[in-house]
């Protein structure tokens, strides 16, 4: 994480998010020096066990392991597999002070991890003497259970202050399948970027004051250092007044209304942290497409200028030669006038050559700005180079099972691609849609074609222009894997983005079609 440490320049970032024209008149070198002072959450990935329990209904018995962070930590888990959803329940024991681990940490938050690597709240862990229970549900088919050190209950990404994680139990002859997936966490020391010299220091707990309240005074804390108070001004100024709140319930004799009142602070901060970090990389993304187009513009200009260069090198090319024939045919009286001509060639092709060198340079400086997209693509989503043009690769697990309807997590996805692509001039989508050949082919081939058009309906809702977009369905006909076993048949239900165009060099229909 950066952070913006200058109100100026903080203004005219904030200026810029509003769609002001302040960085007009900027270079691309100027608007990356910005960039520099922008916060930004850069997560970590680390493999976590995923269990799944679709294959049938029933009740499954693992264990929990402690982590070299709480090595005399352990648990029971059960999961009861239902049709749409898993019930289920966690005891834990021996598991340390939050604050053992670092100053910045208050409590324990339970996560559930889907096949793509993202972590969902489950809820708090709440200890008594280092043993504590939770009883949940989660509508994940598949997923691994852990256990991290928060800040706050309220977190919407795991920290890597990983203290339990579900492992198979070598005396249960009943286990769900076991795979294991890259997950995304925020690094451990993280939550302290930002902070002033000593601020981050244990908590002294006073006898008698709800564990929320401090998890409050934490999360205004943490959304200080995020300039939350800047980017999400009226969230964090709730999250003072709920906070203020709890503490005049708690004071005046109220412990149940106070905590009500601080987990609610707790809330509404995690949320405005949340959209603090979204707003922040928004205006990031905004400024590398600024960035971008003053590239163009520039490699543009410099294009057109040696194309100048070079007809003007021909030209006077052609008329040295035309100058060195007439000298031949009049060679006794017109010596001076060929030697000038002789030495008029030499520099117009001296011209040709450094005109070609610039033509040469644009040529780099666009495939930099083609590898600059697919960076920033497969942030978001895995991106193969294709001759085709790149092709962004949505899983199955994005909708829910025999539906096109989006997820909320999907429409985040598409979201951030619709705002990387908005710097990528003249990108054209095309939306394709795939299915496995489990049940009727028709149905496959209708169910391929509503969620490519749903995807392409909300790149368009997202700002892209409706001409740049198409969508095309292909129901079980066109196979990545064999659909004979589980895995082959989760590779072939996906949704793809076969983007293309002149900044990528390629366009849908190319040699590289399947």
Not at 25 to 34: L, N
Not at 88 to 103: E, T, W
Not at 486 to 502: H, I
Request: glycine share 8%; net charge neutral; aromatic share 6%.
């Amino acid at each position: 994480m950066r952070l913006v440490r200058n109100s100026l320049i903080y203004g005219a970032l904030c200026l810029a998010a509003a769609g002001g024209g302040i960085f007009a008149q900027e270079t691309a070198e100027q608007m990356q020096a910005q960039l520099e002072v922008l916060y930004e959450l850069r997560p970590s990935v680390t493999p976590v066990r995923v269990y799944s329990y679709a294959i049938a209904e029933g009740t499954f018995q693992l264990g929990m392991q402690g982590s070299d962070l709480a090595r005399g930590a352990n648990g029971e888990l059960r999961i009861r597999s239902r049709v749409n959803y898993n019930e289920i329940d966690l005891r834990v024991k021996g598991l340390p002070a939050a604050q053992s681990i670092g100053p910045e940490f208050l409590t324990y938050v339970v996560w559930a991890i889907s096949p793509s690597g993202l972590g969902t709240n489950l809820g708090e862990l709440s200890l008594e003497r280092g043993e504590g229970r939770l009883r949940t549900q989660t509508d994940l088919q598949s997923f691994g259970l852990i256990v991290t050190a928060e800040p706050f209950y309220a977190t919407t990404t795991p920290s890597d202050t990983v203290v339990l994680e579900n492992v198979t139990l070598a005396s249960e002859k009943r286990s769900p399948a076991l795979t294991s997936v890259e997950t995304r966490f925020i690094p451990r020391g993280q939550y302290k970027v930002g902070a002033e010299l000593g601020e981050v220091k244990p908590f002294t707990f006073e006898a008698g004051v709800p564990l929320d309240i401090y998890q409050a005074r934490n999360a205004l804390l943490i959304g200080k250092r995020t300039r939350t108070d800047r980017f999400v001004p009226e969230g964090y100024q709730s999250g003072q007044a709920l906070l203020a709140k709890a503490e005049e319930l708690y004071f005046s004799g109220d412990a149940k209304a106070s905590t009500a009142k601080a987990r609610e602070a707790v809330q509404v901060m995690g949320d405005a942290i949340q959209l603090s970090l979204e707003r922040q990389d928004k205006l990031r993304s905004d400024l590398i497409s600024r960035a971008a187009d003053d590239r163009v513009r520039r490699a543009t200009a410099t294009a057109e200028d040696a194309e100048r260069r070079m007809k003007n090198a021909l030209e006077k090319q052609a008329a040295a030669e035309k100058a060195t024939h007439e000298a031949e045919q009049k060679r006794a009286a017109a010596e001076d006038a060929m030697r000038l001509a002789v030495e008029e060639r030499r520099r117009a092709q001296q011209e040709a050559i450094e005109a070609r060198e610039v033509a040469q340079k644009l040529v780099q400086e666009q495939r930099q700005l083609r590898d600059l997209l697919v960076e920033r693509l497969n942030r978001v989503l895995s991106t193969e180079d294709t001759d085709r043009g790149l092709v962004v690769k949505l899983s199955d697990i994005l909708f829910d099972p025999g539906k096109f309807t989006l997820k909320p997590e999907t429409k985040v996805l598409l979201a951030r691609i619709a705002g990387i692509l908005s710097w990528a001039p003249g990108i054209t989508v095309q939306v394709e849609g795939h299915t496995d050949n489990t049940g009727d082919a028709a149905k496959n081939q209708q169910l391929s074609e509503q969620r490519a058009a749903a995807v392409g309906n909300f790149l368009v809702e997202q700002g892209m222009p409706a001409s740049n977009i198409s969508s095309v369905g292909y129901g079980e006909s066109r196979p990545i894997a064999p659909n004979n076993t589980r895995e082959g048949r989760d590779q072939n239900r996906r949704v793809e983005l076969v983007l293309s165009g002149e900044m990528i060099g390629a366009r849908v229909g190319g040699s590289g079609q399947p």
